[in-house]
């Protein structure tokens, strides 16, 4: 991973603990009717900002490549969006019996129902020397099947908590990502050649706009006075997220390496990051919609808030050991598939 690609997460996890930090103490201002109007600003112009904003920055011609690795493909998708939520709530069966916050664990939940997204995954796979081409064709093409099945599995596992019908839950999705990211692609048609030149900084902008996304959030949290957070809770949870996480990169891990697998070493590179990772990007804005004016929607967005730090900071560690890991494998398959020098008699 770059130095400047490392400092621009470094500085936007720093970001999350001083909007919190902020939240506490003026938690009045990013409220509904406060100064920031964040039921305009953030639920349809920050959100769209985000969307369109990706939908310039996404390389679709780089998709082409991946586009025909349909195992992959299949097997990505399937592990983020079935078993990763269905493990989840299986797990979850056995911590309700325990004294951990409720609000937390149906956190945890959501966590679970995300799509991949659309940075880390990839920048992490590219640090490694994976499959960089299918890692953008899943994270980018998780994001959009996310829109629809995202909401689906929320409703399915959690139930809708909010006075929001399903049909404007799916609308308002529509017009605010959906159609953004459709419109940044067209425009990026248009001025290609400069985007390619002057490199704007896409990454930089969506996480300014997500920061001031997460302020709003905390700020209604805060400015409940019948919230309930305690510190064992909110500790446990932290450790069960590194655990998911690292159970889950050891089985796709397994599953990519067995002895019938296809897989290439640097596909596997790819599967183990597009697998486990969730986007905070969309997800966010997501909850904001499915659970719009629920009073325990901070607790619930509270687990997405730590994992996505978390997956960048434990991807970041595993680098080196990954590719030490691939470049082994990849030299011993070479030397397995040279053909043998035939035996002088």
């Given at each position: 991973m770059g130095l400047l690609e490392r400092l621009r997460k470094e500085w936007f996890i720093l970001g999350i603990v001083l909007v919190i930090a902020v939240a506490r103490l003026e938690p009045g201002v990013g409220v509904k009717g406060g100064p920031l109007k964040p039921e305009i600003t953030i639920t349809y112009i920050a959100v769209s900002a985000i969307?369109?904003?990706?939908?310039?920055?996404?390389?679709?011609?780089?998709?082409?490549?991946?586009?025909?690795?349909?195992k992959l493909h299949l097997f990505?998708?399937?592990?983020?969006?079935?078993?990763?939520?269905?493990?989840?709530?299986?797990?979850?069966?056995?911590?309700?019996?325990?004294?951990?916050?409720?609000?937390?664990?149906?956190?945890?939940?959501?966590?679970?129902?995300?799509?991949?997204?659309?940075?880390?995954?990839?920048?992490?796979?590219?640090?490694?020397?994976?499959?960089?081409?299918a890692a953008i064709f899943n994270s980018a093409f998780g994001s959009f099947l996310g829109i629809v099945i995202t909401p689906l599995l929320?409703?399915?596992?959690?139930?809708?908590?909010?006075?929001?019908?399903?049909?404007?839950?799916?609308?308002?999705?529509?017009?605010?990502?959906?159609?953004?990211?459709?419109?940044?692609?067209?425009?990026?048609?248009?001025?290609?050649?400069?985007?390619?030149?002057?490199?704007?900084?896409?990454?930089?902008?969506?996480?300014?706009?997500?920061?001031?996304?997460?302020?709003?959030?905390?700020?209604?949290?805060f400015a409940n006075p019948n919230i309930d957070l305690d510190k064992f809770s909110l500790i446990i949870i932290v450790f069960i997220i590194f655990s998911v996480q690292m159970s889950f990169m050891f089985l796709t891990f397994l599953f990519s390496t067995r002895h019938n697998s296809t897989f290439t070493p640097a596909d596997t590179v790819a599967i183990?990051?597009?697998?486990?990772?969730?986007?905070?990007?969309?997800?966010?804005?997501?909850?904001k919609i499915v659970f719009s004016g629920y009073e325990h929607l901070s607790l619930i967005s509270i687990p997405l808030l730590i994992y996505h730090p978390a997956q960048i900071l434990l991807g970041s560690?595993?680098?080196?050991?990954?590719?030490?890991?691939?470049?082994?494998r990849q030299k011993a398959l070479k030397l397995t598939r040279q053909p043998k020098a035939p035996v002088k008699v």
């Open positions: 969307f369109f904003n990706s939908g310039l920055s996404l390389k679709t011609e780089e998709l082409t490549s991946a586009l025909m690795h349909v990505v998708q399937i592990f983020t969006l079935v078993f990763f939520p269905t493990a989840i709530w299986v797990f979850l069966q056995l911590l309700s019996i325990t004294p951990i916050n409720e609000w937390l664990l149906k956190g945890l939940q959501t966590v679970g129902c995300m799509p991949p997204p659309v940075s880390s995954a990839v920048i992490l796979t590219k640090a490694v020397g994976g499959n960089e081409a929320l409703l399915l596992f959690l139930g809708s908590s909010s006075s929001v019908p399903f049909t404007s839950i799916f609308s308002q999705l529509f017009m605010t990502v959906v159609v953004p990211l459709i419109i940044g692609q067209i425009v990026r048609r248009y001025i290609k050649d400069w985007l390619e030149r002057k490199k704007p900084p896409f990454g930089a902008i969506s996480s300014c706009v997500l920061l001031m996304i997460i302020y709003t959030t905390f700020c209604d949290t183990v990051f597009c697998s486990t990772h969730k986007s905070l990007t969309l997800g966010i804005p997501m909850l560690l595993l680098v080196p050991t990954i590719k030490s890991w691939m470049v082994s």
